[in-house]
């Protein structure tokens, strides 16, 4: 189970919960940024599950980039890398809907031998059995997919056709919506072995000491990742996954 996380609070409590890796992003308000090295060494002093870390610069679902866009991702990564990431997620997409191969190449040189996670671009891929290959070609060591629909259970159908593609070849990883209610049922429909969650929950402050707060409106909300939640998950997969009560069919 893989959470993304963009705070220390979350990071601990994606830890605590049973998570396997974290994925590292700064505003996840914004579908995830690139985090600073800060926030990178003390999840890393924190933690001893791997730590990989978003490379994006902006927000906008287009992930089109200019070169001068990729080069400071470029230096974000050489950062980053020193830093101590244990790899990186990343994805690009040219302005007709297809991979990055040139963009790509450039941020996998700088990343190489860590793995790295070709992100949600690849579901506004205009043609996602195209990009599989490609991505395949170019290193990536998964894909972060909702199966081209706005939750991964909706896309259970193309998930599940993508991890037979696949072949082994790479890690398909479902990945939006996902929680302690459908995970099994991912699960048992695709046989996925990571899946990618938030587990988060509104943070209302019970400290009646604090006073350098104000009540928050609906778009203000903070929202933290949920020992419990990230533990539920955990448990229904790894049941599942060990009681191989399920038969897939492609």
Same mark, same amino acid.
């Given at each position: 189970?893989?959470?993304?996380?963009? =705070?220390?609070? *979350?990071?601990?409590?994606?830890?605590?919960?049973?998570?396997?890796?974290?994925?590292?992003?700064?505003?996840?308000?914004?579908?995830?940024? +690139?985090?600073?090295?800060?926030? #990178?060494?003390?999840?890393?002093?924190?933690?001893?599950?791997?730590?990989?870390?978003? #490379?994006?610069?902006?927000?906008?679902?287009?992930?089109?980039?200019?070169?001068?866009?990729?080069?400071?991702?470029?230096?974000?990564? +050489?950062?980053?890398?020193?830093?101590?990431?244990?790899?990186?997620?990343?994805?690009?997409?040219?302005?007709?809907? *297809?991979?990055?191969?040139?963009?790509?190449?450039?941020?996998?040189?700088?990343?190489?031998?860590?793995?790295?996670?070709?992100?949600?671009?690849?579901?506004?891929?205009?043609?996602?059995?195209?990009?599989?290959?490609?991505?395949?070609?170019?290193?990536? !060591?998964?894909?972060?997919?909702?199966?081209?629909?706005? =939750?991964?259970?909706?896309?259970?159908?193309?998930?599940?056709?993508?991890?037979? !593609?696949?072949?082994?070849?790479?890690?398909?990883?479902?990945?939006?919506?996902? +929680?302690?209610?459908?995970?099994?049922?991912?699960?048992?429909? +695709?046989?996925?072995?990571?899946?990618?969650?938030?587990?988060?929950? *509104?943070?209302?402050?019970?400290?009646?000491?604090?006073?350098?707060?104000?009540?928050? !409106?609906?778009?203000?909300?903070?929202?933290?990742?949920?020992?419990?939640?990230?533990?539920?998950?955990?448990?229904?997969?790894?049941?599942?996954?060990? =009681?191989?009560?399920?038969?897939?069919?492609?």
């Amino acid at each position: 189970m893989e959470v993304c996380v963009d =705070s220390v609070e *979350s990071a601990l409590n994606a830890y605590h919960g049973g998570a396997s890796r974290l994925e590292l992003c700064a505003a996840l308000s914004e579908g995830g940024l +690139t985090p600073t090295p800060g926030l #990178l060494r003390i999840v890393k002093s924190i933690v001893t599950i791997p730590v990989f870390v978003m #490379l994006r610069l902006r927000a906008g679902g287009d992930f089109v980039y200019t070169q001068q866009e990729i080069e400071v991702m470029k230096n974000d990564a +050489t950062v980053l890398k020193d830093w101590g990431a244990d790899g990186f997620v990343f994805g690009a997409l040219t302005p007709s809907g *297809s991979v990055d191969e040139k963009a790509c190449r450039e941020i996998m040189n700088i990343v190489s031998p860590m793995p790295i996670t070709f992100h949600r671009a690849f579901d506004v891929c205009i043609d996602v059995h195209e990009a599989l290959p490609v991505i395949i070609k170019l290193g990536f !060591s998964r894909i972060l997919t909702s199966g081209q629909e706005l =939750s991964a259970e909706k896309g259970i159908s193309l998930i599940k056709k993508l991890i037979s !593609s696949a072949n082994g070849q790479i890690i398909i990883m479902p990945g939006a919506g996902i +929680t302690k209610d459908n995970v099994g049922e991912i699960l048992r429909q +695709t046989g996925a072995v990571e899946f990618h969650a938030s587990a988060k929950i *509104s943070k209302v402050n019970n400290d009646s000491s604090n006073k350098c707060t104000k009540d928050f !409106s609906r778009e203000e909300m903070m929202y933290v990742t949920s020992v419990d939640l990230v533990k539920e998950m955990v448990k229904v997969a790894n049941e599942l996954w060990s =009681s191989r009560k399920w038969e897939i069919n492609v």
